[in-house]
Nanobody, 125 residues
Framework: QVQLVESGGGLVQAGGSLRLSCAAS????????MGWYRQAPGKQRELVAT???????NYADSVKGRFTISRDNAKNTVYLQMDSLKSEDTAVYYC???????????????????WGQGTQVTVSS
């Protein structure tokens, strides 16, 4: 059984930083790509970033240059470092396990089979 638990959300001023963590249990973490999603009120769920089992990353255009996804396979944990935060980054952030180890297409990067419960990020302007 797979369980993903996010932490690190909170309230931060615009221009500030937060680091989200997602701890995985009951999974073959090292063999799967991982992703971060977010969903803001009135908006569709958005794929923010992905990282393959080998460490290759992809980002949504809206966060490129500001967010960094990383993973620590020894700790079964994936991180999302968020810098230069904007009010439009306010959302519930979810981590998810991808179905593949190295998804190379947009379609496969958006295919996730296990999800965390989410952590709230609020950026004040």
């Amino acid at each position: 059984q797979v369980q993903l638990v996010e932490s690190g959300g909170g309230l931060v001023q615009a221009g500030g930083s937060l680091r989200l963590s997602c701890a995985a249990s009951g999974s073959i973490f090292r063999c799967k790509a991982m992703g971060w999603y977010r969903q803001a009120p009135g908006k569709q769920r958005e794929l923010v970033a992905t990282i393959t089992s080998g460490g290759s990353t992809n980002y949504a255009d809206s966060v490129k240059g500001r967010f960094t996804i990383s993973r620590d396979n020894a700790k079964n944990t994936v991180y999302l470092q968020m810098d230069s935060l904007k009010s439009e980054d306010t959302a519930v952030y979810y981590c998810a396990r991808n179905r593949y180890s190295t998804p190379l297409t947009l379609e496969r990067r958006d295919e996730h089979d296990y999800w965390g419960q989410g952590t709230q990020v609020t950026v004040s302007s």
